[in-house]
């Protein structure tokens, strides 16, 4: 079997081909884990010509990796239309710091959405800003005060669409346009929805990041993040990454492309379960809102049916109670839902989320009145459990607030 070309496919078939070459896979049908700090090479000749390529995909030592590592980058490449190529990181958080070192350089500007990844916001606020980079926050919602920064030079743009915790949809290809006619490089992290629900370079973006740790890997048993972008930004990527010395495991190589091969599928069903759940929370009167753009009637569904192929199982809920200790109670009467951070995984987690503390310049859903009254909220990762499970689960953890 030669290599299958899947262009000609579509985003199911891809994730189960994806960088599944012959000469990675041998006659088995994963690439399997190569351990490799030593490459050997034949002769001399072998080894001074490998050192002098720095080519893509060619042996070396093992900080450029080895097929396993390979492999992976390929398939992400493969789903992520209009990528040239795809660096790894050891992390989703690795993964931004990768990117924002790739484009930024001391006295540079970075505009960054007020809904961003709390982390990156911490990024901006101590890594960036020591080495000289200036970011400032924009409403993701408002294209004119985002427009106005433009009045001075703009090195780079940061989005995430939905937001972290809130789920705000921002309008990517208008927002990427103002960067492009302002030469500002627009980068963002598409975590949520991953290259099967959306493809931020085929609107507009220079480079698209995610945590695999979330949907690729898929059970919660794995770190590791990716970026892509086309040949320009890719070669800056994976440049920075090898002087900073990134490399990621053979062994969570393996894993997370094991993981992308059901992630077609295991992401239809958790948007379908967190759908189906959503619209149940909508219903009770105890909440609210709830804070997910595929329901129809959310503020952002229309651009994101406009802009988006899939989704996935994560979204948010307010509470009507105004005791800040609600959510905890809620959380912690629930049988079916872990506690913790992280997502994408196949069991269900419920997290208590306040982010009114992580906003600059954005209104916060949690606090409708303004600073005066703020509202518990929950974030959920809806997984691979029988919805009606939980959903029964959380009817009965909402009854017990009525007593409280
Ligand atoms: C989890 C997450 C990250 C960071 O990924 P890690 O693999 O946990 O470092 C980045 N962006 C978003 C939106 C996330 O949810």
């Known amino acids: 079997m030669s290599g299958k070309d899947p262009k000609n496919t579509r985003p199911a078939t891809r994730v189960t081909q994806a960088g599944r070459r012959p000469e990675w896979t041998g006659p088995v049908v994963n690439t399997p884990v190569w351990r490799a700090s030593t490459h050997l090479y034949e002769t001399e000749a072998d080894r001074k010509l490998a050192g002098k390529s720095n080519a893509d995909g060619g042996f070396f030592y093992g900080r450029r990796g080895a097929p396993t590592q390979w492999s992976l980058a390929d398939a992400l490449t493969q789903i992520e239309p209009g990528a040239h190529g795809t660096v790894l990181y050891p992390s989703g958080v690795a993964a931004i710091a990768g990117c924002m070192l790739a484009v930024l350089r001391p006295g540079d500007r970075l505009l960054m959405t007020d809904n961003a990844y709390d ?147 295991r992401l239809e069903q958790s948007t379908a379960s967190a759908v189906e759940i959503a619209k149940w929370l909508r219903q009770q009167p105890q909440i609210a809102s709830v804070l997910c753009p595929m329901l129809e009637g959310d503020p952002g569904h229309a651009i994101w049916s406009r802009d988006f192929t899939g989704g996935c199982g994560l979204f948010s809920f307010v509470l009507e109670s105004d005791d800040p200790q609600a959510c905890g109670r809620v959380v912690d009467e629930l049988e079916h839902f872990g506690i913790g951070y992280s997502w994408g995984g196949f069991e269900s987690l419920a997290l208590p989320i306040v982010p009114q503390e992580y906003r600059a310049v954005m209104a916060s859903p949690t606090q409708p009145g303004g600073d005066t009254g703020t509202k518990p909220a929950i974030r959920l990762s809806i997984g691979l459990e029988d919805p009606q499970d939980l959903i029964a689960d959380l009817a009965q953890t909402l009854a017990k607030m009525d007593h409280k």
């Not at 000289?132 to 919602?141: S, Y």
């Open 119 to 265: 982390p990156t916001r911490s990024m901006a606020s101590g890594l960036l800003k020591r080495l000289g980079v200036k970011a400032e926050f924009f409403d993701p919602l408002d294209i004119g005060a985002y427009r106005a920064l433009f009045d001075e030079p703009v090195r780079a743009v940061w989005l995430e669409s939905p937001g972290s915790l809130t789920m705000e949809v921002c309008d990517v290809p208008a927002f990427a346009a103002v960067a492009r006619e302002n030469d500002a490089v627009t980068m963002i992290d598409n975590t949520w929805a991953s290259p099967l629900g959306f493809s931020p370079l085929e609107h507009g973006c220079d480079i698209t990041m995610m945590s695999l740790s979330k949907h690729v890997g898929g059970h919660s048993d794995l770190m590791m993040g990716s970026a892509s972008a086309g040949e320009r930004w890719y070669r800056a990527l994976r440049r920075t990454s090898q002087q900073l010395g990134q490399v990621v495991s053979p062994d969570d190589a393996a894993l997370a492309a094991r993981g992308l091969r059901t992630m077609a599928i």
